[in-house]
């Protein structure tokens, strides 16, 4: 059996450029990219698609003592990895590297043209053989218009120069420009969704690579192996059936929006109910009022704030209006005067989230016993807020407690004393 190092090795020696990397590496593809650019070429190895790739990097790792990827080799010897390419392609010494190796391909060079009859043969041969001749550009299409230059005379080199246009050498992908091919993909890609992900384990049944992987590399439970035989044409029916979801939406329906900045409402009609020009006016009577666009989005963002205000609570948000809620609250707060667990006046109140009124040390002694309301047995879910209206009720009726209090010792001291009051005036 050949080991992962004897593969290696056998495969750096018999070919001039390989790449070692991984699928989903950008270095690697940078790496791929400035090679492709400058037309050489490679064998590209990619350890996370092949069998024992694994072994492999350990074996590249032994040889070269570098783990990571992509990891290059010219001419059976590593050059190392991204940043190493990149340096020798700014130094220039890449593209020499390569050409010692035949990994590019070497430029054609023009056959030697026959002289054309009547050519004079003096420019060719003689002392001013080297040199360049003076020429004059030839019109090539005498219809054209102003075909001829008025400028001085030209050398041929800078003639054929100006002629010359060298490419970019860019792999751009291809662009479209608002054609009927349009997507909309608003919903999970087509590789990575439910039936992709079906596609591809009914692929791996049928090939085998299911059972070999067996074991070794777990790709999550849509990659087990299913022993039931499926064709790729019930995946089309699962749409009907329902038995594979979620079902792959519809790409290509676009939606437009228009903006009417200018409605053309007359104004004589909308402001007095009349108009001279009758049935006849090219505007629209109408003496409606219509919201605007930045209206309506502060009043839908006041309702989602008191929504997301009666969630936090534990309240149901859609239950009734906020005015419905301050009347019946506000009733409540009347009608309950003290905790109906203790039969006491209010310690700390707190409120349920069906309305109801109690102690704070009440309602967390009735909680350890049942979670629902002590009145109307509705469930709470734990949830108590503070009840602010009965607690500022509860202070000031202490607070007035407390002057009571005073004005009862400063009597109680008046009657023991006779009623008289020793005041010491101090200079």
């Known amino acids: 059996m050949v080991s992962a190092k004897e593969t290696v090795e056998a495969k750096i020696s018999s070919t001039p450029v390989v790449v070692y990397s991984k699928s989903y590496c950008p270095y690697c593809a940078k790496t791929k990219t400035l090679l492709t650019q400058l037309g050489a070429k490679y064998d590209v190895v990619e350890l996370d698609q092949i069998n024992g790739g694994s072994e492999q990097q350990d074996a590249l790792e032994q040889i070269t003592g570098q783990s990571t990827v992509p990891n290059v080799f010219v001419g059976g010897k590593s050059i190392g990895g991204n940043s190493d390419v990149q340096k020798l392609h700014k130094a220039g010494n890449l593209e020499s590297l390569l050409e010692q190796n035949g990994a590019l391909a070497k430029p054609k060079k023009n056959k030697r043209r026959r002289v054309a009859e009547g050519e004079d043969e003096q420019h060719t041969s003689g002392p001013n053989a080297g040199e360049d001749v003076p020429v004059v550009p030839v019109a090539s299409d005498r219809r054209a218009i102003n075909t001829f230059s008025t400028g001085g005379v030209k050398k041929a080199k800078n003639v054929v120069q100006t002629q010359l246009i060298e490419s970019e050498r860019e792999i751009v992908p291809q662009q479209y420009a608002g054609d009927a091919t349009y997507e909309t993909q608003i919903d999970t890609e087509k590789d990575r969704d439910a039936r992709?992900?079906?596609?591809?384990?009914?692929?791996?049944?049928?090939?085998?690579?299911?059972?070999?992987?067996?074991?070794?590399?777990?790709?999550?439970?849509?990659?087990?192996?299913?022993?039931?035989?499926?064709?790729?044409?019930?995946?089309?029916?699962?749409?009907?059936?329902?038995?594979?979801?979620?079902?792959?939406?519809?790409?290509?329906?676009?939606?437009?929006?228009?903006?009417?900045?200018?409605?053309?409402?007359?104004?004589?009609?909308?402001?007095?109910?009349?108009?001279?020009?009758?049935?006849?006016?090219?505007?629209?009577?109408?003496?409606?009022?219509?919201?605007?666009?930045?209206?309506?989005?502060?009043?839908?963002?006041?309702?989602?704030?008191?929504?997301?205000?009666?969630?936090?609570?534990?309240?149901?948000?859609?239950?009734?209006?906020?005015?419905?809620?301050?009347?019946?609250?506000?009733?409540?707060?009347?009608?309950?005067?003290?905790?109906?667990?203790?039969?006491?006046?209010?310690?700390?109140?707190?409120?349920?989230?069906?309305?109801?009124?109690?102690?704070?040390?009440?309602?967390?002694?009735?909680?350890?016993?049942?979670?629902?309301?002590?009145?109307?047995?509705?469930?709470?879910?734990?949830?108590?807020?503070?009840?602010?209206?009965?607690?500022?009720?509860?202070?000031?009726?202490?607070?007035?407690?407390?002057?009571?209090?005073?004005?009862?010792?400063?009597?109680?001291?008046?009657?023991?004393?006779?009623?008289?009051?020793?005041?010491?005036?101090?200079?």
Request: glycine residues 8%.
């Open 196 to 427: 992709a992900v079906m596609e591809r384990s009914i692929k791996a049944n049928q090939d085998g690579s299911a059972d070999a992987d067996s074991g070794k590399v777990y790709r999550g439970q849509a990659a087990y192996k299913s022993y039931i035989t499926k064709k790729e044409s019930q995946i089309g029916m699962n749409k009907y059936t329902g038995t594979q979801g979620p079902i792959r939406a519809q790409t290509w329906a676009r939606a437009i929006s228009r903006f009417d900045y200018q409605p053309d409402v007359c104004k004589d009609y909308k402001e007095t109910g009349f108009c001279g020009y009758g049935d006849s006016c090219k505007f629209l009577h109408d003496r409606g009022d219509y919201k605007s666009g930045w209206q309506i989005e502060k009043e839908y963002a006041e309702k989602e704030k008191k929504r997301q205000k009666r969630l936090q609570e534990g309240r149901d948000p859609d239950e009734e209006s906020e005015d419905e809620d301050k009347a019946a609250t506000k009733k409540k707060e009347n009608e309950q005067f003290a905790c109906t667990i203790c039969r006491g006046p209010f310690r700390n109140a707190v409120e349920t989230i069906c309305g109801h009124f109690f102690c704070e040390s009440c309602a967390l002694k009735n909680f350890k016993k049942t979670s629902r309301c002590f009145n109307c047995k509705k469930q709470t879910n734990g949830v108590f807020n503070a009840a602010e209206k009965l607690r500022a009720k509860e202070r000031e009726q202490r607070e007035n407690d407390k002057l009571t209090d005073a004005e009862s010792t400063v009597d109680a001291s008046d009657s023991a004393g006779g009623g008289w009051t020793k005041v010491v005036e101090s200079s």
